[in-house]
């Protein structure tokens, strides 16, 4: 009806620029909407300024509500609202934040999915208390019915919201004007989109194929030419949203702002819905072809740029994570569906603009991830917000201490249990119905481990936003604040205080081989490395996060003389986990390597013919600790993994683009089947199944069983065509992504959640915990300027002196494998420090061991007879003799690196 359309069309608006969130021109905030203030004095003043208008509820989004919400909160509200206003900044500034009121969008999303039900739930109860009012006119009562089921059929399919698409939002204006005048046709389009909206709501969330079945997205979300002209449209509206509230005082219209701005919010939450489900059907390239101007063509096919989508999104997010965050109320249901005053409404729209705002936004991001190496379409940059800075004015975050009784531990102990974790790959875990709509949400193992990362920080703005969009915060800050939570677990898991104790109470009762137990004490064989670790290591589980003191046999049986202040162990789990991941050594009697390289990205995969036997699993498993205690202290390490593995240990989903990533031939092969013409693909003769290898060995007999494997039930049978391609590929990307190696990844997963949380590598992209495991490999060797400022020396050695300069020559001439083995002699790791040399504790240093001038004169022979240089590990230290010529020093340096020698007593 007309009066439902109008009450409608005050009820929701459009948006794509900073919005205030309380509708009116508040000169404490940015005046300016599209100007974002980056003086971080402002940012914390932004803590104590509460963006929610007051007690706000959820206003439920359904079609029966809106008729009478909105003129019921304008006659109600209208006589408060000046005052409310008036009193605004002295309220909001006033109050502090609490956890509860900022509690994670993970939660915040299953509480908003609870109250879409009962909303729903409270329709169909009214509905069956008018049938039962019209029971006695039973001819009525069926007309009522009958009427509404097609009513309901007709929107729900998405056929009559088509319709109504092609009439608003023609090829051309021209065609749109034929029905109606300009303004008729605006006024129209309002309604239109905020029918769609309420539609919509049910799809609304963080989780991209939560929906994924939904009959209105499908219809809709894929005509490109409604989709450019509703970008259009909330572009245009929100540049009304600036010039209206530019040139109005803060006190006047403040309804009409208000208004605005719910429509702005709801046109922009339907807009990233639709958008977020039509990338889902896209791959890279056509993205890149169509989005963006990295093509042949030189510029985006659609007048939808993404760069305005990800710029426009990360301003709004700004204010509805930071300056003005959504907060808990604004998901209470009202007593009485109807009541919702206009900030009330406002409260909701801000909220599902949060929720779908996150889900588009973490959508591109993750492409933009896939496409990091070969194709960037946006800098790095582009991401982040305005710096941050918490009330605590904590650079890295403020972490909570670990130590202090404070629950934390409880929450660490979710993910570090000692038994097996079956469900390690959370792959974007949803729960929809028969028809494609999300039903009420609830907590998986993902969902608790944000939750128990979020109360590791201490501002829960930091923390709401490290556990939805990390990405915001730039990659040193987020390393910076990955090392406080080791560093804080480090100190309660290694804390060696009881031990001590129990030793000196031991000795002081005269105790006969009182021992120190506060350490794991392993002796390895240098040539039986892989074989002593796995059998004496693998067993521990969580409790390998304690310090592990190792001693060397060397090649001839006899034990190492040195002893191991921490340098030792970290040589040893660096020549372990080479050894480990080597893609051409076997290990035990199991058929194969655990881990292969590609032909083309010469990266590590899970070796996926490898038949999963229990013997097979427990390799994995410790090969997933080995490496979690490679992170856990913060050793880099060499191995350099697939993109698709590293999806995995973040816990998502693979797709049909990460498949080139492993074999990109194999990928190009599938995907030219979406393109082929119907006869060819017949001709191929293909069904739903897929054969595959796997390898297996028996008492040293080496066995090879193909195996074939259906797709779908009674796959086997069913032809592939060109109707059914599209839904063949990506069952075949699945399989060969998710599926075969999810038992060889799940007992990775196992033991590498020992010792590093889920939730904490969360924190990176996948390219970004390559980095995190590995350093920047683009950097050949290390970065001699920045060893250079960060040494120290001693022992009478000063920069200035001639021994040094040869020394700084002669590491500049060095070739990068040569400069990684005298990292690795120096400090017993190979690799560059993530955060450079100056966060090594203690910093490195070059100490001077003195040769006396009858050392120093037996130079015969280049000097083969001079005293070596040595190290000590535990301190990064280096002992350099004071050698008279660069000559002799350069062939003593290189021998002692390159000698591989273990550790003695010099």
């Given at each position: 009806s007309s009066s439902s359309a109008t009450s409608i069309t005050t009820t929701t608006t459009t948006t794509g620029s900073i919005l205030d969130g309380d509708g009116d021109n508040d000169n404490d905030v940015d005046n300016d909407m599209m100007e974002v203030d980056h003086d971080d004095d402002d940012h914390d003043d932004d803590q104590d300024f509460n963006g929610t208008l007051r007690d706000t509820r959820f206003a439920s989004a359904t079609a029966t509500s809106t008729s009478t919400s909105t003129s019921t909160s304008t006659s109600a509200g209208a006589s408060k609202r000046y005052s409310y206003h008036n009193n605004y900044?002295?309220?909001?500034?006033?109050?502090?934040?609490?956890?509860?009121?900022?509690?994670?969008?993970?939660?915040?999303?299953?509480?908003?999915?609870?109250?879409?039900?009962?909303?729903?739930?409270?329709?169909?109860?009214?509905?069956?208390?008018?049938?039962?009012n019209n029971r006695g006119n039973k001819s009525n009562k069926d007309n009522q019915s009958e009427t509404l089921y097609h009513i309901a059929n007709a929107i729900g399919s998405g056929e009559l919201i088509s319709e109504w698409?092609?009439?608003?939002?023609?090829?051309?204006?021209?065609?749109?004007?034929?029905?109606?005048?300009?303004?008729?046709?605006?006024?129209?389009?309002?309604?239109?989109?905020?029918?769609?909206?309420?539609?919509?709501?049910?799809?609304?969330?963080?989780?991209?194929r939560s929906c994924a079945m939904s009959p209105v997205l499908s219809k809709i979300a894929f005509q490109s030419n409604l989709m450019e002209q509703l970008w259009e449209y909330v572009q245009k509206q929100l540049d009304r949203v600036k010039t209206q509230k530019s040139r109005t005082e803060p006190t006047s219209s403040t309804t009409t702002n208000i208004q605005q701005s719910i429509r702005a919010f709801s046109a922009a939450s339907t807009f990233c819905d639709l958008f977020v489900h039509h990338l889902l059907a896209m791959d890279d390239e056509e993205f890149l072809y169509v989005y963006t101007d990295k093509n042949s063509n030189g510029k985006a096919r659609s007048s939808i740029?993404?760069?305005?989508?990800?710029?426009?999104?990360?301003?709004?997010?700004?204010?509805?994570?930071?300056?003005?965050?959504?907060?808990?109320?604004?998901?209470?249901?009202?007593?009485?569906?109807?009541?919702?005053?206009?900030?009330?409404?406002?409260?909701?729209?801000?909220?599902?603009?949060?929720?779908?705002?996150?889900?588009?936004?973490?959508?591109?991001?993750?492409?933009?991830?896939?496409?990091?190496?070969?194709?960037?379409?946006?800098?790095?940059?582009?991401?982040?917000f305005p710096r941050l800075v918490t009330r605590e004015k904590d650079e890295d975050g403020a972490v909570v201490d670990t130590r202090g009784g404070d629950g934390m531990q409880d929450d660490l102990d979710i993910f570090m249990d000692d038994g097996d974790d079956t469900n390690s790959m959370d792959l974007d875990d949803t729960n929809n119905d028969q028809n494609g709509s999300s039903v009420t949400a609830t907590p998986t193992t993902a969902d608790e481990e944000n939750d128990a990362l979020a109360s590791s920080f201490k501002d829960p703005k930091m923390a709401r936003i490290l556990t939805s969009?990390?990405?915001?915060?730039?990659?040193?800050?987020?390393?910076?604040?990955?090392?406080?939570?080791?560093?804080?677990?480090?100190?309660?898991?290694?804390?060696?205080?009881?031990?001590?104790?129990?030793?000196?109470?031991?000795?002081?009762?005269?105790?006969?081989?009182?021992?120190?137990?506060?350490?794991?004490?392993?002796?390895?064989?240098?040539?039986?490395?892989?074989?002593?670790?796995?059998?004496?290591?693998?067993?521990?589980?969580?409790?390998?996060?304690?310090?592990?003191?190792?001693?060397?046999?060397?090649?001839?049986?006899?034990?190492?003389?040195?002893?191991?202040?921490?340098?030792?162990?970290?040589?040893?789990?660096?020549?372990?986990?080479?050894?480990?991941?080597?893609?051409?050594?076997?290990?035990?009697?199991?058929?194969?390597?655990?881990?292969?390289?590609?032909?083309?990205?010469?990266?590590?995969?899970?070796?996926?013919?490898?038949?999963?036997?229990?013997?097979?699993?427990?390799?994995?498993?410790?090969?997933?600790?080995?490496?979690?205690?490679?992170?856990?202290?913060?050793?880099?390490?060499?191995?350099?993994?697939?993109?698709?593995?590293?999806n995995q240990l973040l816990g998502q989903q693979n797709t049909l683009d990460d498949l080139k990533n492993v074999d990109a031939e194999y990928y190009r092969h599938l995907s030219a089947l979406r393109r082929m013409d119907a006869a060819d693909?017949?001709?191929?003769?293909?069904?739903?199944?897929?054969?595959?290898?796997?390898?297996?060995?028996?008492?040293?007999?080496?066995?090879?069983?193909?195996?074939?494997?259906e797709l779908i039930p009674g796959g086997s049978s069913i032809?592939?065509?060109?109707?059914?391609?599209?839904?063949?590929?990506?069952?075949?990307?699945?399989?060969?992504?998710?599926?075969?190696?999810?038992?060889?990844?799940?007992?990775?997963?196992?033991?590498?959640?020992?010792?590093?949380?889920?939730?904490?590598?969360?924190?990176?992209?996948?390219?970004?915990?390559?980095?995190?495991?590995?350093?920047?490999?683009?950097?050949?060797?290390?970065?001699?300027?920045?060893?250079?400022?960060?040494?120290?020396?001693?022992?009478?050695?000063?920069?200035?002196?001639?021994?040094?300069?040869?020394?700084?020559?002669?590491?500049?001439?060095?070739?990068?494998?040569?400069?990684?083995?005298?990292?690795?002699?120096?400090?017993?790791?190979?690799?560059?420090?993530?955060?450079?040399?100056?966060?090594?504790?203690?910093l490195p240093c070059i100490h001077q061991v003195r040769l006396s001038d009858e050392e120093n004169s037996l130079t015969s022979g280049g000097g083969k007879d001079l005293r070596l240089p040595t190290s000590a590990t535990c301190m990064?230290?280096?002992?350099?003799p004071n050698y008279r010529t660069k000559e002799v020093m350069k062939s003593k340096l290189l021998y002692a690196i390159e000698s591989g020698t273990g550790f003695e007593l010099s």
């Open positions: 900044n002295n309220r909001t500034k006033s109050k502090r934040y609490t956890r509860q009121d900022l509690q994670t969008v993970t939660k915040l999303d299953q509480l908003y999915q609870s109250n879409i039900n009962m909303a729903r739930e409270e329709v169909l109860k009214k509905q069956q208390q008018g049938d039962n698409a092609l009439v608003l939002f023609p090829p051309s204006l021209r065609a749109a004007s034929k029905h109606m005048v300009e303004v008729e046709l605006e006024e129209a389009r309002h309604v239109f989109v905020s029918i769609l909206s309420m539609v919509l709501s049910y799809c609304t969330g963080i989780k991209s740029g993404v760069m305005d989508i990800i710029e426009i999104l990360k301003l709004n997010l700004y204010q509805l994570y930071w300056s003005k965050p959504v907060v808990v109320d604004n998901l209470k249901l009202p007593s009485n569906i109807g009541t919702l005053s206009l900030e009330e409404n406002e409260g909701c729209q801000r909220l599902r603009f949060l929720l779908s705002g996150t889900k588009l936004w973490n959508a591109l991001y993750q492409r933009w991830s896939r496409l990091y190496t070969t194709v960037k379409f946006c800098e790095q940059e582009c991401w982040h969009i990390p990405q915001a915060i730039p990659f040193d800050r987020r390393v910076k604040l990955f090392n406080s939570l080791l560093k804080a677990d480090l100190a309660r898991a290694q804390d060696e205080t009881q031990a001590i104790r129990n030793m000196m109470f031991s000795m002081a009762r005269g105790e006969e081989g009182a021992e120190f137990q506060g350490r794991i004490q392993a002796k390895v064989h240098r040539d039986q490395l892989y074989e002593d670790s796995m059998n004496q290591l693998n067993n521990l589980g969580t409790k390998l996060r304690k310090k592990v003191s190792v001693t060397f046999y060397n090649q001839v049986g006899a034990l190492e003389a040195g002893i191991d202040g921490g340098g030792v162990f970290r040589e040893f789990l660096d020549d372990l986990i080479k050894e480990a991941f080597n893609p051409e050594k076997q290990h035990g009697n199991i058929g194969g390597p655990l881990f292969v390289e590609s032909s083309s990205m010469q990266t590590l995969s899970v070796n996926t013919s490898l038949t999963p036997t229990s013997e097979v699993l427990s390799h994995y498993q410790f090969l997933g600790r080995v490496l979690g205690k490679a992170m856990y202290e913060s050793l880099l390490v060499e191995p350099q993994f697939c993109l698709p593995f590293l693909i017949e001709a191929l003769g293909l069904t739903f199944e897929l054969s595959s290898q796997r390898h297996s060995s028996t008492d040293g007999n080496r066995s090879v069983a193909t195996t074939t494997v032809n592939v065509t060109k109707q059914n391609a599209i839904r063949y590929v990506h069952l075949v990307a699945h399989r060969r992504l998710n599926v075969e190696s999810a038992k060889q990844t799940n007992a990775f997963l196992s033991g590498f959640r020992d010792l590093i949380p889920a939730a904490w590598v969360r924190l990176f992209s996948p390219y970004e915990l390559q980095r995190l495991i590995s350093g920047d490999d683009t950097v050949k060797g290390f970065d001699v300027a920045d060893l250079k400022n960060a040494m120290q020396y001693a022992g009478g050695y000063h920069p200035s002196q001639v021994v040094i300069q040869w020394f700084w020559q002669i590491i500049e001439e060095m070739i990068p494998d040569q400069q990684g083995k005298f990292l690795k002699f120096m400090t017993s790791c190979s690799r560059q420090p993530l955060l450079g040399f100056q966060s090594l504790a203690p990064n230290l280096l002992k350099l």
